[in-house]
């Protein structure tokens, strides 16, 4: 468990601290109360035919307030004394509007009627704006807000996946055979990297996973939140802020901000999904492989009570289990001594099955809790988190049993070695909120840590022979962060303009990293010998270590620590009931890396009654993350050097260390940005929707991660510390991105005959590498690559430049249909040049490709919903790799002598055909 695996020490010193600060706050509200006491507004929302209707949104205007309603319809609101406008939303309904008086101790009933509507426009946002809550049209930049309702049309069971099939902007691509990527899938928006998008549940920092991804895959060098850690059952939605908000919630915000808005309400269900794969795959090369693998099972429950004082507690449990999938060919090497001497020759049709190249395995248990409770003298004391557990397995490059790291007498016929990790996710926030002095007034406190453990299963250590373990524990990795806000808010009315509302706080925040060593079999150097084909020793050297990953060292154990403090102010006002002006800026200060401001200037201009015009310009920061600045791990590669393979110790080195200095490196800075936007959003006729918006995002010093620094002068140089080859961060590279997001919207009410509602998105990103800092003087001289086209190609053509959205849902009374396809643009991946200055394999462009999925539903027994869908319908595989056409050539690139078909890089995976049933109980 994560607590086990951390030091006690700092959790009763300053990660406490935040904690006392609360408390102290939670115990002053037992106080005699010195406030006017308040009131209460309740009443139902029904819809068009009378009924209740279910998850509507009740928002104070002009303030944070508000209420969901529960599964009858009803809700109540305390509320101090005063008159307030209330506002009745639901996605797929229009807004309906009232205004009511609150006396203290009295309670007002507000009833509200929604007729169907089909803007998504008109859903309701928190994120972007400290003052009030606003309609999407409303915002002066662009906001995305996925429903309930939206979350339960798809297919997936885990909320990135969910959210790429949502929203055009975010990628999810499907990393394979890449360590602990295969456990902790990083997510991306706006093409940007996975560390330049900030992550908030209802409103407040999320911490990152421990693992920061060092192989070659979308993500590369970037530590990033593990979405999958928050369940998709608990979201009533999640709205995608996409603009740069480093000015208003700080470091990692330069792409945007995704706010995962958890479940408040009373209502609870029960929810059971099982689908798996039916497939053909291969065929391009008339393989056809068939099959039917990757089976999933989820779990939900959830539910909660609400009551008075706008008081509520909602919690839910889900297991989640999603069985391994595998798209490999047959491997046409010959596997063993004999088939060497033999020249035994196969094809990919022929050899054996004995890779694993697709999903891992991975099983999850996830708990969440969600609640508030007002007091009588105005105070809201307010609490959420969750704990989850994912054990996870992947697999590597299979050892053949000729191959030099495999000890023959464990594996006489090879192996496959896995990784199985179990990574702990816990989170908490707590704190509470009201009004002073005519200010709204909030103190929080979150705590969260994320642990992954490396245990190596069905592996050697071939440096110890036959003495070799074949189970290795190979460390953990632990992340930990604290954060602790003090918010104030008010609305004044001067005579000058129409409402200026300010917003100003403070925020501090504590960091902490560890990395914990291995066992020491796990990366030991036993010295043994390799053996030969006749049975006998030979003087080449065994590799050290677990294969597939060797454990950490006792030089890579670490445990680092940072804070920073930072102070911030929004301002907006309606200059006039047309023109809206918000200016926020904010100043932050880390103890590793001193201090930085930024600021951000907002605008919207309503042209015409349901025409607006917006627009924004910020700077923004990224901080490098601790793992950035003190991951270190040793890997042995071996290198052919004059015909012989030769053991090059590659060690991933920290900024800091005396290896990277004498590489050439330097302290880390933060990542820099200038984002700008532009955009129109409009409402023409009553059921139609569009906003427009196109950006730019620069982007100063951003973090890479650089090649590997290998052969001879570098080995002269890394010999005093026992290396021979290295790698480490870096602000190598400056990068511009272009982009253009359309979405539009559109109902039909077909009355007696139900309601349709049509959605259209599209995505436009194009990201540019400005500029590359030259190689260090040390590494100069023998041409070694700071920042090479492999990794150039990853940022700029790794994701796709386009992405196209169309979804159709249609209702009548209990029976609906979801038809949704996606377009997933080109990506293209590049090879190392060679000495000669030539690609090492072929370079390839993958085709543009269309994902379809279709569902239907059913309610029965009026709290019973059974659907069965098919994501991937038309069972759509990206290219297969090109090369292979050359799988049995030595340098065989992505295909790996054929026998890897597809390449990790497509944006929708290689799954193919996904086919499910679900059955919800609501409770």
Known sequence: MLRSQVSAAPLRTRADAPWLVVAALLGATALPAQQPATGAVSGRVTGEDGGGIQAATISVSGTLLGATTRSDGTYRLALRPGRYELRARLIGYAVARDSVTVTAGGNATVNFRLERAASTLEAVAVTGSRTEARTVIESPVPVDVLSAAEIRSTGRVETAQILQQLAPSVNFPRATISDGTDHVRPATLRGLGADQVLVLVNGKRRHTSALVNVNSSIGRGQAAVDLNAIPASMIERIEVLRDGAAAQYGSDAIAGVVNIILKSSGVGEFSATAGRTQTTYAREFNADRKATDGGTVQLSLNGGVNRAQNAFLHGGVEFRDRDATNRTLGDPRPQSFAEVASNTTRTNLTGPINHRQGDAATTDLVGFLNGAYGLANGVELFAFGGVSRRDGEAAGFFRRAQDDRTVRSLYPNGFLPLITSRIWDVSTTAG????????????????????????????????????????????????????????????????????????????????????????????????????????????????????????????????????????????ETDVTDRFLVAVAGRFENYSDFGSTTNGKVSSRFTLAPGYVLRGAASTGFRAPSLQQSFYSATATNFVNVNGNLTPFEIKTFPVSSQQARVLGASDLTPEKSVNLSAGLAMEPVRNLSLTVDAYQIDIDDRIVLSENFTGAAVAALLQPFGATGGRYFTNAIDTRTRGLDVVANYGLNLQAAGFARFTAGFARNYTVVQRVDSTPPALRSQQEALFGRVERSRIEEGQPRTNVLLSGTYDLRNFGLVARTQRFGEVTTRTALTAAGVPSAPDQTFGAKWITDVSASLRILSRVTLVVGADNVLDVYPDENSDRRNSTAANSGNANFGIFPYNQFSPFGFNGRYVYGRVTIGL
């Open 432 to 571: 509470a909120r009201t009004t002073f002095g005519g200010w709204r007034t909030e103190l929080s406190t979150v705590f969260g840590g994320n642990s992954f453990r490396y245990d190596i299963e069905n592996s050697n250590n071939a440096s110890m022979g036959n003495a070799s373990p074949t189970e290795f524990y190979a460390g953990t990795l632990i992340d930990r962060q604290s954060t602790t806000n003090l918010d104030f808010s008010r609305e004044f009315q001067p005579q000058a303009v129409r409402a200026v509302r300010t917003a100003a706080g403070a925020e501090f925040r504590m960091d902490w990293y560890e990395i914990q060593e291995g066992e020491p079999d796990s990366y030991r150097d036993g010295d043994v010998r390799v053996i030969g084909a006749n049975g006998q020793p030979t003087t080449t050297r065994a590799a050290p270590g677990a294969q597939v990953f060797p454990g950490f060292r006792p030089t890579d154990a670490t445990s680092q620590s940072r804070n920073n403090v930072a102070v911030y102010a929004d301002v």
